[in-house]
């Protein structure tokens, strides 16, 4: 039995995807729930998966191939039967995966990047299954710097030579490789914010001493209390910058055309760095969530992300952002807004340094904080008092319980 897989259904905030890496190539065994092929889209990689023990008949986009929400993607050959289609996967790998140099196998995406390169296959040893040459070979290969092809006149090799991925100039080395398209989308968020926004940042210092010491004091207890969820420092900046959202609205407000839109509720982004990009999942209603709910979310977020097992329903919305740089060893920064939000807090490296408490010198472990803002809709007076809400707040724990 023939069944289509199709992408996933895509919101309306991602326009198409790109086929990023398939995990099964046709004819090879393929159980139910297996992961079969990745999409990349601007915000996350969404995981396609077999719908039934079997194998992919047809691959109808390659690697690299843009596809649309629930377009078909390639065709899958249900039951333990469809290994025994020998033939009817013979034509199709025909098509899609094999290519007639001798006895080379190539896989789609192997097959691609030699016609770019004009690649003399016939040169290259598969590493893959049954000798087939992948994607991995093609690379190699022209890392390696050999010419392309066989009939290239040896008298003008420049004329033969292939578009490198990797240039030698001597001692120095260059690679060139496309952007992914989280990325590329990163980068054009970056660009929108600097030229849509009127950005700017204010500073200020906070004393962690009050907070570390009821960290040391209760965190054993804590964890033991809620099931192993551990007492971090970003629970009490949530906490906090919550409760400076109620105070002042603007900060926890977007602008939408000629309209600013009050949100009646605090939804906090969390950025959170992986291998490719910072994402930035949300804690949904983080007003009516505590401390241990808190923390224990944003590890299970923290988790996923880097897994890349995030939603984008997880990544969307948001009605202001919390970011660490101090995890990375950061000491001071001006962090970037997330639009539509219009505030954004930058947490820093603690840092022992000597400050006059009372006329005398005292070593304190010390963090900036920094929050940027939309002046557009942000006065400077507002954004100052907002910071130093939550300065007041870190350094006295108890007015975050006692919402002072």
């Known amino acids: 039995m023939s069944i289509e897989i199709k992408a996933p259904t895509f919101p309306e905030s991602v326009q198409d995807g790109t086929i990023a890496t398939w995990h099964k190539q046709p004819g090879e065994a393929v159980s139910r729930d297996e992961l079969i092929v990745d999409i990349e889209t601007d915000k996350v990689v969404l995981e396609v998966v077999a719908p039934a023990n079997g194998s992919i008949a047809e691959v109808i986009k390659g690697e690299g191939d843009v596809v649309l929400s629930n377009e078909v993607i390639a065709k899958f050959a249900e039951g333990e039967g469809a290994a025994a289609a020998t033939e009817t996967v013979a034509e199709v790998v025909a098509e899609t995966a094999e290519v007639a140099v001798g006895e080379k196998l190539l896989s789609p995406a192997a097959r691609k990047l030699a016609d770019e390169n004009n690649v003399n296959v016939a040169a290259i040893a598969g590493t893959g299954k049954d000798g087939r040459v992948t ?217 022992e340094r000597p400050m006059a408490v009372n006329g005398e010198v005292k070593i304190l472990p010390m963090m900036y904080l920094a929050l940027s803002y939309d002046h557009r809709l942000i006065d400077g007076k507002d954004a100052v008092q907002f910071l130093v809400a939550i300065k007041d707040m870190i350094e006295d724990p108890a007015r975050i319980l006692l919402e002072m």
């Open 135 to 351: 994607k991995e070979d093609i690379m190699n290969h022209l890392k390696s710097g050999v010419t392309a092809t066989a009939a290239a006149p040896a008298a003008k090799p420049a004329a033969a030579a292939a578009p490198a991925l990797e240039v030698v100039v001597g001692e120095r080395v260059e690679k060139r490789v496309p952007m992914t398209r989280m990325r590329k989308r990163i980068a054009e968020r970056l660009m929108e914010t600097s030229q849509g926004t009127a950005m700017l940042t204010t500073f200020n210092e906070v004393n962690m001493a009050p907070l570390m010491e009821l960290r040391a004091k209760y965190k054993d207890k804590f964890e033991k209390a809620h099931n192993g969820t551990r007492l971090g420092y970003m629970g009490f900046f949530v906490k906090a910058a919550v409760e400076a959202l109620r105070r002042f609205p603007a900060v926890n407000a977007s602008i939408d055309g000629d309209d600013i839109v009050y949100h009646g509720y605090q939804d906090i982004s969390v950025a959170v760095s992986t291998d490719k990009g910072l994402v930035v999942p949300v804690l949904r209603d983080a007003e009516n969530m505590g401390l241990a709910d808190i923390e224990s979310k944003i590890r299970d977020l923290g988790l996923r992300a880097r897994d890349g097992k995030l939603t984008i329903d997880e990544m969307t919305g948001g009605t202001f952002s919390i970011t660490n740089g101090g995890v990375f060893g950061s000491l001071l920064s001006t962090p970037i807004l997330n639009p539509p939000q219009t505030g954004i807090l930058g947490m820093h490296k603690i840092q």
